[in-house]
């Protein structure tokens, strides 16, 4: 059973409240409230078939979009390694482990009881590896030379004067010359003649 609920209003203005002493006016009580209340049977409103919602189709890599965004921590790490050894910002390459995580996440089957971050950390590693030598030196050095290389610029930025840099790094004056040669031959592209 449903109800319905009327307000009446009702008025008690000729209603005289005695007071502990005489007023020459008389006192108005304020407006009362009254509802009345009615009840009858319910009929809920007739039900119109709803249509189904359209699925939206997933997109064909959500699955491994999302198995690479869930292993995001591995790429950072991978590419702060990266960035302590060499002058390149972390910003860059974080972006190339991720494109290294998602060529894994869309290679990797579970088969071989490998899990996922040994199998995309070598897709990572292997990514930025690849940049780093496509973009790097024009003649081979080695990494060790890179490293202490990438050093001897990160203390240079810090302003430690050049002198003192075969010093802190720990190798001869005529080592570093050589170190410093070697690793700031680039490669330079120049347009053909025609």
């Known amino acids: 059973?449903?109800?319905?609920?009327?307000?009446?209003?009702?008025?008690?203005?000729?209603?005289?409240?005695?007071?502990?002493?005489?007023?020459?006016?008389?006192r108005r009580l304020p407006c009362v409230h009254l509802q009345l209340v009615f009840a009858f049977p319910y009929q809920p409103p007739p039900q119109t078939p709803?249509?189904?919602?359209?699925?939206r189709p997933e997109h064909p890599q959500a699955a491994v979009?999302?198995?690479?965004?869930a292993h995001v921590d591995l790429a950072d790490k991978i590419a702060g390694n990266f960035a302590r050894r060499t002058t390149h910002p972390f910003d860059d390459l974080r972006q190339l482990?991720?494109?290294?995580?998602?060529?894994?996440?869309?290679?990797?089957?579970?088969?071989?009881?490998?899990?996922?971050?040994?199998?995309?950390?070598?897709?990572?590693?292997?990514?930025?590896?690849h940049y780093l030598r496509d973009h790097?030196?024009?003649?081979?050095?080695?990494?060790?030379?890179?490293?202490?290389?990438?050093?001897?610029?990160?203390l240079l930025c810090q302003g430690t004067p050049p002198a003192e840099l075969p010093e802190r790094?720990?190798?001869?004056?005529?080592?570093?010359?050589?170190?410093?040669?070697?690793?700031?031959?680039?490669?330079?592209?120049l347009p053909q003649e025609t």
Request: proline share 6%; charged share 25%.
């Open 1 to 26: 059973m449903a109800q319905l609920l009327l307000p009446l209003l009702a008025s008690a203005t000729d209603v005289v409240v005695p007071s502990p002493r005489p007023l020459r006016r008389r």
């Open 50 to 55: 709803r249509k189904p919602r359209r699925q």
């Open 65 to 69: 979009h999302r198995l690479a965004l």
């Open 97 to 129: 482990a991720v494109i290294g995580l998602l060529k894994a996440a869309a290679r990797f089957d579970g088969r071989g009881g490998r899990s996922f971050r040994a199998y995309a950390r070598t897709y990572a590693n292997g990514e930025i590896t």
């Open 136 to 154: 790097g030196f024009a003649i081979k050095v080695p990494p060790s030379w890179r490293d202490l290389y990438a050093s001897g610029q990160k």
């Open 169 to 189: 790094l720990r190798v001869t004056s005529e080592r570093w010359a050589e170190i410093s040669v070697a690793c700031s031959v680039r490669l330079v592209g």
